[in-house]
Every structure is written in C-alpha cells, then in structure tokens.
C-alpha cells in the first residue's frame, strides 16, 4: 500500500512543481508515519487528526526530535491528507511540541585561531580569517568581490539570500 500511496504523493507534488528535495522528504515523512502505525490499506489512515497528533508526540517524547523537525513531519502529514489523500484536517492538531535546546555555540579561542591561521598561506589563510573575523558562512565568502569591501568604512557588504547586509 504504501508503494502505491507514495506514487501518488510524488505525483502530486511533481504536478505542483515542488523541489525534489521537499518531495523526498514529504514521502519519507509519509511512509515513515505509515510504518509507524503498520497501515496496510487507505482504510487505515482514517481519523488523520488524531493519528497526527499521536505520531507528533511519539518525535517529541520517544525521538527525541527538535521542533523544526516535528514541524516538517507535520506539514508534510497534513500535505499528504489534504492534497493526496482529499482528506479534509477539521480538528485542531494537539500534539505534543518539542522543547527547545538551548544552543551553546562553540568558539575558538585566540590561541587556537592563531595556530589554525599560522598553519596556512595565501587565498586559504584570506578565507579562514574572514570566515572567523567577519562571521560568514563559507558560500557567503566565496561570493565576495573586490567591490564588496569598503576600506575606507572597513565593512563588508554581503549578498544573502533574499537579502542585502552590510
């Protein structure tokens, strides 16, 4: 069952122009819930809401996952329902949200940085240090042109995604 209802979602999405990654990753959703609750047949994937809400909660509690991840398990659910399935989602969706880890970040301290920087030469040393001085992502980085840099004013602009920073 699960091969053909996957068929059917991939189709669906093709036909919405979806990127192929959202498509792999709403079917792997799909067929992960699927599995979960050993459906055999369209029959079983009644009462959506509640199965949902159950499956969500299993993530929080048992698995463990982050809330992002608990959000695209759900949005790839109530695509599956509404837009492969025709199933309409009445009820409200009470599940169990995932807690927050606080995040910690990692730095290098001076001495590290110094001896990471004093082991290279040249682009890679440029690289490195405006990854860790400016804070960029690497892409960020690597699309910087000459006329990125204002000496004068000693700032970088940066072309994200979106958006324009300085």
């Known amino acids: 069952m699960s091969r053909k209802i996957l068929d059917d979602m991939r189709d669906v999405m093709l036909r919405r122009h979806y990127s192929i990654c959202t498509e792999r990753s709403c079917c792997d959703w799909a067929k992960r819930f699927i599995l979960h ?3 055999k047949s369209r029959d079983d ?9 159950k499956y969500l909660t299993f993530l929080a509690r048992d698995k463990n996952v982050v809330p992002s991840t608990q959000n695209q398990a759900l949005n790839a659910l109530v695509f599956f329902y509404k837009h492969v399935l025709n199933q309409a989602l009445d009820e409200k969706i009470n599940a169990e949200r995932a807690s927050r880890k606080p995040r910690i970040p990692v730095v290098l301290t001076r001495d590290e940085r110094k001896r990471i ?4 030469t040249g682009i890679h040393q440029l690289v490195v240090k405006l990854l860790y001085g400016s804070g960029l992502r690497i892409i960020e980085c690597l699309r910087l042109r000459v006329h990125d840099i204002d000496f004068d004013m000693k700032a970088l602009t940066v072309f994200a995604k979106g958006s324009v920073t300085t």
């Open 45 to 53: 994937l009644s009462d959506g809401e509640k199965k949902i809400e």
């Open 117 to 120: 920087t004093g082991t290279m």
């Open 37 to 39: 609750f050993n459906m």
